[in-house]
């Protein structure tokens, strides 16, 4: 109810703290018998982590996985799952300047106001390193979906103005940005350099596609398949939104233009973005998110200490000049894990009506 | 888990279709004692029914709620309040020429494959006639939150191509689309008038703000605050997308220009919308959220039929050119139900450290 | 949160008075496709409605279930079933006398310093009147349950100090007390007519036998089957234990006359009673509960009014001498609900490696 | 869903098996500013853990807790609270006797029925060293209830056919069976030194009373403060049964000797336990459990092995030969997460209409 667990059947409950002892994760609902691939999980860290590419920030954090419950020789065993992340790099003494003070565009203040108590060492609870245990769990779900056949794909999709032309999925590896396209990605990456230049930061939009969804999941109502992802992108630290399909842009169009007409051979365009009342419909899911610009920045801000004084202030240290490509990694986690969720929440109607993906 | 349900301490859970016998709601969590105001919950459905004006469908449902249990003497008990309303004007017979088809831009084949069977009348279950149960309660929630000084107000920002060009809150509800802004609207009513005669309809977007919070709600990690609104903004039918403060076009802006600069007196700006990792800043909460235009249209449409046979489709009928204006209530309602759930989170901490909002 | 729903994927919430307009239930996650009973689950209301036979209360309550939701041309469609029964013989005004008055053994005490407020017409909420949603929701479960192969049965083994000699399941629907033993029933009547002369009432034991489970049902850890059925049973009005197999018996027998032994043809004793580390082991699961003496008595009691005063009570009206006969089904329906849910949370884990009951 | 959750708004979720790497908890819920008591803990771990007295299993076994996260400068911060326990004395090799064979009373079957896969290393998650998680966050819960005026103490009132005479709470931790009769324990001590050189084992009773609950806690319905507590210590590994007050006695009692007569100055009697309606209602809550006997005992038993034959096993190693004195601090873990979660959804009502104890 405090809000660290995360879904119904396929549900995870994460813990720790930036500069805490360790993070981790607990998955409750894993499936029994299963071989899960630990360098697989190992890679979804990495993808993650600090010190990765010259883009992001160059803290060093190997984010070890270990697991310490629910396999037994290799194996899955249907009980819960821990996973845990040492915290190596910690280095709460770097925080003491900022421990009086609310950095702009953090939750210092609102933490500090809901709790009456903040743990100011990187942020706490509230820095983006609480995201270790998402991957993590996401790198589980990801496995399981792949033996359902699902394949999720995110990347940069836009960033400090720099709009991707084409979609290719093969490149998105191959440069430090997680674009989709080499060219927007090198200047980019310019960009950053320039903006890094500038002690500021900019923000981006990151696109996810989901293959291999059949017809069928996703509950009505309350808890529709885009609904519940929306939820868990927007759990996610520095999105400010979401939308699905055309998005946005179905505000200007009309209903002969919006409607997806459909063929015996699949639909004839993908407007809904895969998703139907709530159902996907065997098309292609795709979403985007957009990302604020870092919030850390040494650029001079204007804001009030704990006393209520107004103070000015420099967030220096190691931060990410753009979030956007240690973030591709964290949305395909958190959909991972509403897939995987509504994947078994559909097993138990004990039924098994899907359509093929088309 | 089946999804019909909503909320955590403030829990609804409504039933109902289209053209059964009824539709409703049960709120599990209503605090014992409160003098309810039947009266303001009769027009919030009013708001949201059919035939209220010309730029909305012309069906006549007077959608009058009746309260079976929860209250005593005038007063809620604290037991779950049921609110029913049946259906008067179902005519099942009049979807007997679409029960074999799949209506583009319907759930109507998502539904049948999910479950193996569908109620075709009017959508079943995935009509936006479900909404009934949510504005009922969400008329309880608003009751709730004017007593601890929250107000909710959201109104449509463009629609069909025209957008408002000023926020004048009073204006609302003195013109059918429900715009926030007069001259707009003419020229949305008239965008109505020709959409409606070329059997077409239009989107929009809706915006809405929310006032007299306090700093201090929302649960971090997964259940912050801005991610439980876009659940539940995301639940509703039609919806594709929403955006918090600046929303997308934060993917633009620099750290510097994002971040909201604090002052003894407040925040500066209000580019976060309110919230500051997952929790309310004491700003006013601004999201916005995009209508898909209305998918019943008179229009030609490609489809396929329930053998799988390429078929032509006009949806006839009594529907809604512009879905906005009775989405409007919709939307406050799910934002109320967000919130009030959220302060009784918040209240279980067991301290009040609220700040007053800003 | 608040206490009105029951169960995971298979999930109910139920509401109404006992003098209140009606009282019902939701059921969420009842499968697609069903063609449900609907004179079945009247019978089951009517094995549960008072004035069916003498030794229950003489009201009159005719309790008709109507469906207003979750069905299509006789078939379930997998949204809410909703299931109202409204009060007819609401008698508000025969409970002017008590209003004041707190009865002992009744919660009307501890719901008005709960809630400040009671609705005291009947007990309201607290009223066993509130079982009928989960008897209309069991009888459900039942059937979903017999295309399983689950049968579940419950009868009186013990009123009024009088204990079955034997176990005949044929006849407990053929005595007025619901008894296992024709014999010892008929010295049940006799007591009843007793104890009701003396203006006084019994308790008892209802033993619950389920046969045809499957080896597998059951979440170790916390949802342990019993542990789940303890709450369930626990959650009826006027229970006050729960044991399973040789349940406090236990207590003074050693591991090696505890331990079922096993052979390849099953276990050769009960003592478990069918559950092993909270999950079902194929054999019948046996469990009993104890009943407390109705607390509606005429008998002169000592007590205090609302303003704290001495008083003394008799409580009139017509009430049920012996719980026993009337609980039977509400054990059942509790019963059935657990099952069913635990089927669907096992069908959630994606295989079948369900052994045959034994 | 899988069952390794417990609690709403103090809510905690276990990991680890016997022979894994460790055990552990996560309680989400902890109130901010704390000043949690380690040591205390620690103590809770000791009263649990094997080797403490003669009387129990000479398993050495140090238990020592460590604080993961949701700590800072030794107060709680509000964020998750993670506890894990080493495993420092694994001895998976132990166990390769009786991988193939299914230990009657265990779980052996039952697991590997449901999931297809068993880690046989201790009984795995079956082992009751899964309560460890279960201790640690109820040393928790009892700190917070201690603050709210909530002692809850639990202790042998049976073990091996002999009775406690008298409740002395002062005697209890001064004797190896943690009775409440110096001398009933010290005939106890004799019979476990008998029945282990009979390589058996015996069960008991545990009684546990809750002093300084105030009126009003527990939901009505299906949350009855008495219905979660059953289903909290039905959970507990070898528990058989739950009853509440006078328990299953009422069986043969008549109302007019069961209702709690009430005074201006409390409750006459206690046949009721403290509960009325689920709600605590003033009165000391009283109940009590069943301790089957231990399973595992080196008595010749008949089972069948992995491939369905017949064959016998004696279950060697370091067991107890009676489970209630480490099941004692177990049991008042469980009553103490339940009460503190329930004060939290009292919390919640957002009013505070407690009575004082009685």
Redesign the interface.
């Known amino acids: ?6 879904g ?2 396929f ?1 995870i ?5 930036s500069h ?5 994760v ?1 998955i ?2 894993v ?3 299963f071989d899960l691939d630990l360098a697989a999980i190992q890679t979804e860290m990495d993808r993650r982590r600090p010190g990765q590419s010259k883009v992001v920030t160059m803290r060093k954090e190997p984010d070890k996985v ?1 697991i ?3 396999m ?1 020789e290799g ?8 996973m ?1 992340v040492h915290n190596s790099n910690a280095r709460p003494g770097d925080y003491d300047n900022i421990k009086d003070f ?1 950095r ?4 210092d ?3 500090l ?7 100011y ?1 990187g942020g ?3 820095s983006a390193r ?1 995201t270790v245990g998402r991957v993590a769990a996401g790198a589980v779900a990801k496995q399981l979906l792949a033996r359902r056949g699902v394949r999720i794909v995110a990347y940069t999709l ?4 720099i709009a991707c032309k084409q979609v290719d999925l093969d490149v998105i590896e191959k440069n430090p940005m997680r674009a989709c396209d080499l060219e927007a990605a090198e200047l980019m990456v310019t960009r950053v350099d320039e ?1 890094r230049s ?1 002690v ?6 990151i696109e996810c596609r989901i293959m291999g969804v059949p ?10 398949l ?10 996610i ?1 520095a999105t ?9 842009a ?15 051979d699949g639909f ?1 365009s993908n ?3 895969g998703i ?7 098309n292609e899911i795709v979403f985007r998110t ?8 040494a ?1 001079e ?4 200490n704990t006393s ?3 103070v000015t202030i420099r967030v220096t240290g190691r931060h990410d000049p753009c979030l956007c490509p240690r973030a591709v990694p964290v949305v395909e986690a958190m959909t991972a894990l509403v897939l995987e969720d509504h ?9 098994s ?3 093929p993906a088309g």
Chains 1, 2, 3, 4 share one sequence.
């Open positions: 109810m405090a809000g660290n667990s995360f119904q059947l549900r409950t994460t813990f720790g703290e805490g002892l360790a993070v981790g607990i409750d609902g499936p029994p018998g270990e310490m419950s629910g037994f194996k899955t065993t249907g009980t819960p799952l821990m845990i609310f702009p565009g953090h939750a203040y609102t933490y106001k809901k709790y009456g108590i903040r743990d060492r706490g609870r509230a609480e836009r960033a400090g103005g903006i500038q500021d930061s900019i923000g981006g939009i017809v069928g999941l996703g509950e009505p109502v309350f808890d529709k885009d609904a519940d992802l929306a939820k868990a992108i927007l759990s630290p400010k939104g979401i939308e699905f399909g055309t998005g946005f179905a505000a200007d169009m009309t209903g002969s233009q919006h409607n997806d007409p459909m063929t015996p004839l407007n809904a973005g139907l009342g709530g159902i996907s419909n065997g957009v990302i604020k610009p870092t919030s850390s920045i650029h801000q204007q804001t009030i209520g004084e107004p994947f078994k929440r559909q097993e138990s109607l004990g039924h009506c899907y359509a």
